[in-house]
């Protein structure tokens, strides 16, 4: 049954009703920004690499890039990971805490200096790691699927230049 | 003075040491996933937006956007901005005590439905808009020099498409 003032089913608003400003209209200005527009795309990208990860500790990308360098390199210090990721000290010395407390990394302990401290993936952390690298090929195949090999390629290297953002002359 | 042995001067340690793996060989194989190039990009993209911040209330993107949506669009509601910016609520909220308590956005009380809060910025918060919005443009600037006209369109097009992600047949 439809609402004879209005043409629509009876309940649904009319989209133009000045007083429900559209959503593109609110970011319109923000759309044109490249900030604004990565962000959103992080976000996208971010929901996706969960979605494709199963049941386990693995859940954020962030997650995945540690265990996947321990794996790589064992014997790692945690100031080399903070150094090659670009993380807080703080905020890795939280993730290996939880890592250790989940069974997936061992710290070998270097009694100078605690901050030498030289890290391990565990048997169930290797297993760990290949399940999520499992879902993240998954992830990255769907990525590259989306923008084909030389979009693909183009948007790496773009990506590339900005992180030298801070190197332009102010 | 240099160290016979090494030809380095004393203190340097050679960066081929297989004890001390470069940096860039730790994240290799990660530098060739789009998930993690986009992460480190966007790190440098908001320590440049901050950099281009003068003191005051605004210093990350998010704050931006929101200061910016609501001087866009006086009235706004609080599930208005959650689905523009794609936010959560819970974030949301937070975001807007803050700037409520600093002076910059009141809220426009509506008795049946505390959700349905309409937001404004006050005078201050105008002024701070202003501010954080001539840094913001700076920030564009030098993305926009780094990348060319071309680059920052191809990219922009780029980041969008990967904003569909999760359309893509699993």
Chains 1, 2 share one sequence.
Do not use: W
Not at 18 to 26: G, K, N, S
Not at 122 to 150: F, M, V, W, Y
Request: charged fraction near 25%; aromatic fraction near 2%; include cysteine.
């Amino acid at each position: 049954m439809t609402n004879a003032a209005t043409g629509l089913a009876h309940g649904r608003r009319r989209e133009t009703n000045p007083h429900r400003p559209q959503t593109a209209e609110l970011t319109r200005e923000l759309e044109m920004s490249v900030g604004y527009v990565l962000r959103r795309a992080q976000l996208a990208v971010f929901a996706d690499f969960s979605a494709r990860q199963s049941e386990g500790a693995v859940s954020r990308p962030g997650q995945f890039a540690l265990l996947a360098v321990i794996g790589r390199q064992p014997g790692v210090t945690q100031t080399q990971l903070c150094a090659a990721l670009g993380i807080k000290r703080a905020n890795l010395v939280v993730a290996i805490d939880q890592f250790e407390r989940l069974g997936l990394v061992r710290r070998e302990q270097c009694d100078i200096d605690r901050r030498a401290n030289r890290l391990h993936l565990t048997p169930a952390g290797t297993q760990a790691l290949s399940r999520a690298t499992d879902g993240q090929r998954k992830h990255e195949a769907r990525i590259a699927t989306l923008l084909g090999a030389n979009g693909r390629r183009v948007l790496i290297e773009l990506l590339n230049k900005l992180r030298t953002l801070s190197e332009v002359a102010a």
